[in-house]
């Protein structure tokens, strides 16, 4: 059983910046991606960005330049650095991990970390 836990998300001012992590028990990235997406209030679920095992990202275009996907193989983890925040970026932030499949599909990831809210507010 793989579980996925975020941490580092909560209130910060616009303009700030913050960095979400994502601990992965397991050997987990042995898997081929993984990936954040965020659900704001009112708002379907949408991909953030993304990491195949090869180190290729993707990023959704309202974040590119601002924010940053990285991976660490030694620590099982995975970060989000966000930077240049908007209030727009307010949402809830889940990572998630994909076995096979292209790492931009929801359906290619097998699992879901619980969310760390992110709020971005004066």
């Given at each position: ?78 970060y989000l650095q966000m930077n240049s925040l908007k209030p ?35």
């Open positions: 059983q793989v579980q996925l836990v975020e941490s580092g998300g909560g209130l910060v001012q616009p303009g700030g910046s913050l960095r979400l992590s994502c601990a992965a028990s397991g050997n987990i990235f042995r898997l081929n991606s993984m990936g954040w997406y965020r659900q704001a209030p009112g708002k379907k679920r949408e991909l953030v960005a993304a990491i195949t095992t090869g180190g290729t990202t993707n990023y959704a275009d309202s974040v590119k330049g601002r924010f940053t996907i990285s991976r660490d193989n030694a620590k099982n983890t995975v727009e970026d307010t949402a809830v932030y889940y990572c998630a991990a994909a076995r096979s499949g292209d790492s931009t599909s929801k359906s290619s990831y097998d699992y879901w970390g619980q969310g760390t809210q992110v709020t971005v507010s004066s």
